[in-house]
């Protein structure tokens, strides 16, 4: 006799386990299944976590070379351990997943490990590594199972020269030079880590602006501050073609336009151009589930597909491909099946690249509200002027407020800085709430901190920034 189960969710990343932690919660009885041997998704094991490790060790280490000396540090120049930092980025992976085991048994959620698909609504069938074939009867199913790298036509993944962020994450020697196809988050943090072990970091991108959807002036300020750090970048430009040599890789460039092309050769290329949704193996087809021309699962606001009791989530649907939104949607599902009115407010989710300055936004860019014909005021203020940035060696960037030229009320925040991706949180709360910069002037910020930059921008919107 299958055992029976209010929801099954298949896939455990930060979408399916939030979601089953919170229906668990809700006194349902909950099943999840994963086909790695570790849960957490690409988040924990191959996105998110590890690569934040790698950013921040090296950033120590960048720093350590670099700023010690005039903060009165001498240690003389820093050498890489680079296995001991690969060690500390699998032990915070392995801690993370722990984690997620350990919520599991918590909440009294059955795992399934093997890959699951769905027979019909109410079933699914989970074949482990073993061969054998478990199958589950459940009253509601939720897909969760993510996304994977794209790839370039004729450009073969071997993991090892031609890589994706998998990868990238787990080189076992610093390059000489690493080109990296794509501007968007993921070349940027990753290529950061490599320039700042010593890598010679040359970046090609097909637009002609890096990070499409941050805000345009924070995007072009940003670049020349990689610039700096030696990253090189050729924008408008695609790659169309990787020969491997014994030397290494010969890359074909040409102009997006169309034009001559050029070679360039590199030690490593990491292709870094997107992510699409993986629905492979669930029978989606056969059951009849809807999935839209770019491979996601079609859903309605409460994420509920063309099939009576199937339901999806996170980046196997539309919207922007980052943790906390797939573990919002896992908790509205999660809310919605119990009852509740479950809901994600997509006005309010703050992205965050985790370079050295960070780069955050949440709301609307400059781009985005001159498009929609709202008329809105901006006010800026620069780290430069802010005195802890100053004690931190931290004066890159700038805060950006735009707001409603009528109401004042905070429709976008973007933030180039030290430690944006924390400061980020106070405009979200704000907006989550309809605040206006005046709000956000008013309220008493503690000295020194970097967040009064945050409200010194607000009291640009008003009478005027106080330090500038
Ligand atoms: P996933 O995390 O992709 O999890 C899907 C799970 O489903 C996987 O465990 C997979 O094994 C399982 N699965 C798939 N099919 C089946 C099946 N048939 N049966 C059983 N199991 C199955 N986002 C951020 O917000 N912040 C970041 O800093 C950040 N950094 C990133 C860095 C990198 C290098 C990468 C690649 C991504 C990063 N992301 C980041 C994006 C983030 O990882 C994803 O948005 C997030 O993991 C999506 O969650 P998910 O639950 O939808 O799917
Ligand atoms: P991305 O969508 O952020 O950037 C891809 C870039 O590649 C774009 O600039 C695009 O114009 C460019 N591109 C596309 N095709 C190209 C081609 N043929 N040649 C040259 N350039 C090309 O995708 P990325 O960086 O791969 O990340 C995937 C997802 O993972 C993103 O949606 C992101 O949200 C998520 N992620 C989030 C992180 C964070 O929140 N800090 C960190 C890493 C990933």
Known sequence: MAETFDLTIIGTGPGGYVCAVRAAQLGMKVAVVEKWPSFGGTCLNIGCIPSKALLHASELFEEASHSF????????????????????????????????????KKNKITAFKGTGRIVAAGKVAVSGDDGATTEIET????????????????IEIDEEKIVTSTGALKLDKVPENLL???????????????????????????????????????????QRML??????????????????TDAGLNVTIEPAAGGEATTLSTDIALVAIGRVPFTEGLGLEEIGVECD???????????????????????????????????DEGIAVAEILAGQAGHVNYGVIPGVVYTNPEVASVGKTEEDL?????????????????GRAKAMLA???????????????????????????????????????SGSAEDLARTCHAHPTMSEAVREAALGLGDGSIHI
Not at 188 to 210: H, P, Y
Not at 371 to 385: L, M, Q, R, S
Request: aromatic share 6%; proline share 3%.
């Open 293 to 327: 021309k770019r491979g996601r699962v079609v859903t309605d606001a409460h994420y509920k597909t063309n099939v009576e009791g199937i339901y999806a989530i996170g980046d196997v649907i539309a919207g922007p491909m980052l943790a906390h939104k797939a573990e």
């Open 69 to 104: 000396p005039q903060l009165g540090i001498e240690v003389g120049a820093p050498t890489l351990n680079l296995s001991a930092m690969m060690a500390h980025k699998d032990d915070t992976v392995a801690s993370n997943t722990g984690g997620i085991e350990y919520l599991f």
């Open 395 to 433: 004066t890159q960037g700038f805060v950006k407020i735009l707001a409603d030229k009528a109401t004042d009320r905070v429709l976008g925040c973007h933030i180039v800085g030290k430690g944006a991706g924390e400061m980020i949180h106070e405009a979200a709360v704000l907006m989550e709430f």
């Open 227 to 244: 610039g700096k750090q030696g990253f090189e970048f050729k924008l408008g430009t695609k790659v169309t073609g990787i020969e491997k």
């Open 139 to 154: 009253k509601n199913i939720v897909i969760a199972t993510g996304s994977v790298s794209a790839t370039l036509p004729g």
């Open 370 to 386: 001159k498009a929609e014909g709202i008329e809105y005021k901006a006010a800026k203020f620069p780290f430069t002027a802010n």
């Open 180 to 222: 990296v196809i794509g501007a968007g988050v993921i070349g940027l943090e990753l290529g950061s880590v490599w320039a700042r072990l010593g890598a010679k970091v040359t970046v090609v991108e097909f637009l002609d602006r890096i990070l499409p959807g941050m805000d345009l002036d924070v995007a072009k300020q940003f």
